[in-house]
């Protein structure tokens, strides 16, 4: 399809002449916009016209003099690639007018003229309706652009009785511009979104697969060798540091030490009295009353080596520390201490977690629960990542619980779910999410990267790519949102392309009120 259409830039105040200084470089001019993606027919004044063509590599943008058979009409052909949006640096490019009956007219270049910029020395010979393209052969790929019909006049007089139409209410951005700046448009189109509601939460170890090792007791932490690193893996029983206890009044290690060894003296001396007494009972020169009472002086004595032992025990270990040892196998997460420091009873020493598998506690407001339904996956974006990360269950992750209890202060239900594989590992614990949670099956609908949105006092807003340069801002009612994703109720059709980066600068020209050079090659 082929729109004709003519726009001039109109920019910002001083504030937008400087944001956008960098990127002009020519005097001011007029420029087009089109409608929906495919080949777009652009008129910035009587005589010249414009179009956009997106292929699968490139995006092609021309501007030529109307055509006049006999008369030269250069063809100013800018290209950028599709991966990346900036200027094609190398390509040979020809334009091609065909006619039933008629051998083609080829025009054609085998460089740049500068990146991204190619002149093509456009002379028809005869007047008549064609069909254009442009051919580009790079090094990687080559491509086709269709451009649809156009038509060589005979004479300039009749290219003049023919005028295009004028649409002052666009907004431009050139393509110089674009290619300095991280720039890009997608197509709009349909794609499989799952109800959702939204939710905030954080990352937590897996109860399952951790372990606070805290202070018994008050006292000193001593190394046990290498002392422990935060990210160090560590296994079950493996042997982290000593707590060398505080004991209460005047006791201490030695005396511990001396008692129990008086203690297993004594038991000694009582045991070896013990069977002195019942020998001489066997043969008659004793009564029987006098080892009864030795054999309870044994057991007492038994009982008190047992007490004393089981003092020196509570502190016992290598150094006379209480040995802390590994209670899961995993992976440090948390090291709150270090080699003599003294900490209070019940302190957190080491915090170990099998970041293999995470939860993700997810808070719920109570005025979506009637959408919630059953929830059958979730998708979650920490702050600052570039793109979210989806549980799916059955390949990385599982719905653990859906809570029964409205938290009374915040007005939540707690929704769980276990994230495993190599994402969690990545993960911190206990860092805050923004998340949906999916209920439903998917069905197709037509939906944006969420990135493509501007929020403006509440309004959802995109800006159209309607031409090569031209941009027309368009307020969207929008619906579900899955992951990076958003369905479009509303502002949208297939196949138009939206800018998915650098909006704001878009944002700028469509505020702004006073002109500015457009960086445009001539």
């Known amino acids: 399809m082929t729109h004709r259409k003519h726009h001039r830039l109109v920019w910002g105040s001083l504030l937008a002449a400087a ?22 027919a652009e008129q910035p004044g009587p005589g010249v016209e414009k179009l956009t063509n997106f292929s699968q590599h490139t995006a092609l943008f021309v501007e030529f003099p109307r055509l006049v058979a006999g008369q030269a009409s250069p063809f100013l052909v800018r290209l950028s690639t599709l991966t990346d949006f900036k200027a094609l640096a190398a390509a040979s490019v020809s334009a091609h007018l065909s006619s039933p009956g008629q051998p083609d007219l080829v025009f054609a270049v085998d460089s740049a003229s500068q990146p991204g910029i190619f002149r093509l020395p456009v002379k028809p010979v005869q007047a008549g309706d064609y069909e254009l393209r442009i051919e580009v052969k790079t090094a990687a790929f080559s491509v086709t652009h269709l451009l649809g019909p156009v038509t060589v006049f005979a004479d300039p007089q009749a290219a003049a009785a023919d005028p295009l139409p004028h649409d002052d209410d666009a907004i431009t951005f050139t393509k110089e511009q674009q290619w300095k700046v991280d720039f890009a448009s997608a197509e709009v189109g349909l794609r499989p979104i799952r109800a959702a509601v939204a939710a905030t939460g954080n990352v937590r170890a897996n109860p399952q697969g951790e372990a606070l090792l805290s202070a018994a007791a008050t006292g000193r932490i001593q190394a046990a060798g290498s002392f422990p690193q935060l990210g ?16 209460g009044g005047d006791t201490d290690l030695a ?55 089981q003092r020196l025990g509570q502190f016992g270990g290598a150094s006379g520390g209480v040995p802390i040892r590994a209670a899961q196998s995993g992976t ?78 915040s007005r939540t239900l707690p929704v769980v779910f276990e994230l495993s594989g190599a994402s969690s590992s990545a993960l911190p614990i206990g860092i805050a999410v923004q998340a949906q949670v999916f209920s439903g099956q998917a069905a197709p609908v ?65 505020t702004g009120a006073a002109a500015i050079g457009h960086g445009h090659a001539h």
């Open 19 to 40: 944001a956008l200084s960098l990127l002009s470089g020519c005097d001011d001019h007029g420029h087009p916009h089109n409608g929906a993606a495919g080949a777009h």
């Open 232 to 247: 160090q893996t560590v296994q079950k029983g493996q042997l982290l540091a000593y707590l060398v206890p505080r004991l």
């Open 255 to 309: 005396s511990l030490r001396a008692a129990a060894r008086a203690a297993e003296v004594e038991k000694a001396l009582a045991d070896q009295e013990l069977a002195r007494l019942e020998q001489l009972y066997r043969e008659g020169a004793l009564a029987q009353q006098r080892v009864l009472n030795a054999r309870a002086s044994a057991a007492l004595r038994a009982s008190a080596q047992d007490a004393a032992q």
């Open 332 to 409: 440090l997460v948390d090291v709150r201490v270090a080699p003599g420091a003294f900490v209070q009873e019940g302190a957190l020493l080491f915090h170990i977690a099998d970041r293999r598998s995470l939860w993700l506690e997810l808070r719920v407001a109570e005025s979506d629960l009637a959408r919630l339904g059953q929830p059958v996956g979730a998708s979650f974006r920490v702050a600052g990542a570039s793109e979210g990360i989806e549980i799916v269950p059955g390949q990385n992750g599982r719905l653990v619980a859906v809570g029964g209890v409205i938290d009374p202060i």
């Open 446 to 510: 037509l939906a944006i990267a969420a990135d493509s949105v501007i929020d403006e006092n509440g309004l959802s807003v995109v800006f159209v790519q309607t031409g090569g340069e031209s941009f027309e801002r368009r307020t969207l009612r929008l619906g579900a949102r899955e992951g990076d994703w958003v369905e479009v109720l509303d502002g949208l059709q297939p196949g138009q392309r939206v800018v998915s980066r650098g909006a704001w600068l878009i944002k700028l020209a469509a």
